[in-house]
């Protein structure tokens, strides 16, 4: 098992910055990709962005692409998720997920989801 709590989320203006964590528990994090995805209301789940087990090699979805980061530490059990310049469009509640193979893009190749943290961005 994989125990995942994200913190960071909260209220921002467009054009703002937050910072996303999520802390894992559990089984040897390095043997997980990790990913972010998000759901508005009303909408699906959605991929944000992913990163390989050892950080080398991260995915985005087009709708962020340069304007987050994702990052991970394995030394500290941890991954982050950057978001600058925030628009009203990346309002959503955000999980962290950790996979241990598939497609990263993919939902269902995630195993273990966090909680979620809410991000509201204020237009």
């Known amino acids: 098992q994989v125990q995942l709590v994200e913190s960071g989320g909260g209220f921002v203006q467009a054009g703002g910055s937050l910072r996303l964590s999520c802390a894992t528990s559990?089984?040897?994090?390095?043997?997980?990709?990790m990913g972010w995805f998000r759901q508005a209301p009303g909408k699906e789940r959605e991929f944000v962005a992913a990163i390989n087990w050892n950080g080398g090699i991260t995915y985005y979805a087009d709708s962020v692409k340069g304007r987050f980061t994702i990052s991970r530490d394995n030394a500290k059990n941890m991954v982050y998720l950057q978001m600058n310049n925030l628009n009203s469009g990346d309002t959503a509640v955000y999980y962290c997920a950790a996979s241990s193979g598939g497609l990263v893009r993919v939902r269902s190749s995630y195993s273990y989801w966090g909680q979620g943290t809410q991000v509201t961005v204020s237009s």
């Open positions: 559990g089984r040897t994090f390095s043997n997980y990709a």
